[in-house]
């Protein structure tokens, strides 16, 4: 019993790690405002296969790569089996941090 709650206390402690790495690298505010300026068209209804907000099951293999490996799609465009993300989605006046911003805000609501 002892290393089942040690463990599951090192699991959390990894997790809790993580949540506040992305919060000391990307500004989950300030992505919510990018969200809902350039985001929440495709976001919101799933338009062109786009995982909405707050849909776990959709995205959960997503998060799974990581806020900075979905970032740098977002940035770059991206092109899956289910849909397709332009580059910058669409907006190329954002900054590369403004798009970190947002998808970090698009993760954190999908937890």
């Given at each position: 019993m002892s290393r089942f709650v040690s463990a599951a206390f090192c699991v959390l402690f990894v997790a809790s790690m993580g949540s506040t790495a992305m919060a000391a690298k990307y500004n989950v505010a300030a992505g919510k405002k990018v969200y809902d300026v350039s985001c929440s068209s495709c976001h919101k209804t799933g338009m062109m296969g786009a995982p909405k907000l707050g849909d776990k099951a959709a995205w959960a293999s997503r998060m799974s790569q990581g806020v900075d490996k979905m970032a740098s799609k977002s940035?770059?465009?991206?092109?899956?089996?289910?849909?397709?993300?332009?580059?910058?989605?669409?907006?190329?006046?954002?900054?590369?941090?403004?798009?970190?911003?947002?998808?970090?805000?698009?993760?954190?609501?999908?937890?």
């Amino acid at each position: 019993m002892s290393r089942f709650v040690s463990a599951a206390f090192c699991v959390l402690f990894v997790a809790s790690m993580g949540s506040t790495a992305m919060a000391a690298k990307y500004n989950v505010a300030a992505g919510k405002k990018v969200y809902d300026v350039s985001c929440s068209s495709c976001h919101k209804t799933g338009m062109m296969g786009a995982p909405k907000l707050g849909d776990k099951a959709a995205w959960a293999s997503r998060m799974s790569q990581g806020v900075d490996k979905m970032a740098s799609k977002s940035v770059a465009g991206f092109k899956g089996a289910k849909g397709m993300m332009p580059a910058k989605g669409g907006n190329l006046k954002l900054t590369n941090a403004e798009v970190g911003n947002a998808v970090a805000y698009m993760v954190q609501q999908s937890k």
